[in-house]
Structures are given as C-alpha cells and as structure tokens.
C-alpha cells in the first residue's frame, strides 16, 4: 500500500475562527459603517444615553470598537453626565461604553485624585452613578477628567 505525501501541517492558529479579527486590520464592519454614515449625514453631534444603548446594541458585541473609534473620530459624545447644580454635560462614547450608565457629577476634587491636568481647561470631579444602579448591585464611583465640559475619562475606586 502506497501512502499519499504527507501534507504539511496546517498553523492551528490560522485555523482558529478568531483569528481573523486579531490578525489583521481592516475596515470597521458594514452595519458599523452604515451606522456612522446615517449620523454623520445626520450632523449628529451628541447622543441623549438611550440612544447610545440602542446604537450599541443594534450591532454585534465583536464591532463595538470600532463603533466606539468611529463616534470618537466623528466627535460625537453621549449626554448622561449631571452636576450637583442639575446642570449637564456629556461624556465621550468611550466612556459611556465602559460605564454602561449616566453619572453624577457630586464635586470638585482637583486635589484628590491621581489624575494631572494635561491641559488648561481641565477640571477633576467626583462622581457618582444612580441610587438606582447601586441598588442593582452596578453602582460606580471615583473620579472623573472633564475637559470643555466633556468627560474624557474616569477613574473608578469603589464598585457594588
């Protein structure tokens, strides 16, 4: 019996159905796409919170970076930010992805914090989420870098 010339072995990682989306750099998805199309055609510029869920949910969990590189490269921020006072302000999309909720903006803290202005508008607060979420087991609280009235980011210290 005649065997057939051994093949070469195949690289498993090439083979691993994840590996494409780790591999290589390509273009954002066409549902991301064609959702950042429809905003920017829109002249989006900020987003109210339930319509950022509702645009994060419509698409699939693995293009969610690039629909969050995608709003950040437009400029479009998510309004779910209040201050003591019940004035409002925004968050990037960055931010309200990786905090899932509205914050409250309890104080100034330019003291307190491990945060370092890079520049001269910045301001760092305290803040807080909802009674709500705490109740719910998904409360945040910490510290939070506004820059022109826009949290660019966050610094949790205490979680539920």
């Known amino acids: 019996m005649v065997r057939p010339a051994a093949s070469p072995k195949p690289n498993p990682v090439s083979h691993c159905p994840h590996f494409s ?5 390509s273009r954002p998805a066409r ?9 920017q055609e829109a002249g989006t510029r900020e987003l109210t919170f339930p319509e950022f869920r509702q645009l994060r949910s419509d698409i699939k969990w693995n293009q969610v970076a690039d629909l969050m590189k995608g709003l950040d490269s437009l400029g479009i921020t998510v309004d779910g930010v209040k201050t003591g006072d019940d004035r409002l302000s925004k968050m990037s999309s960055r931010i309200a992805n990786n905090l899932c909720q509205p914050i409250l903006l309890t104080r100034r803290a330019d003291d307190e914090s491990g945060f370092r202005p890079f ?3 910045d301001e760092v607060w305290k803040f807080t989420t909802s009674p709500e979420s705490w109740k719910n087991l998904c409360g945040r609280a910490g510290y939070a870098l506004v820059r022109s009235g826009v949290v660019v980011d966050v610094q949790v210290t ?3």
Request: net charge positive; glycine share 0%.
């Open 21 to 25: 989306m780790i591999a290589r750099k």
């Open 158 to 160: 205490v979680m539920n």
């Open 119 to 121: 520049e001269a508008d």
């Open 31 to 39: 549902a991301v796409r064609t959702k950042l199309r429809k905003l």
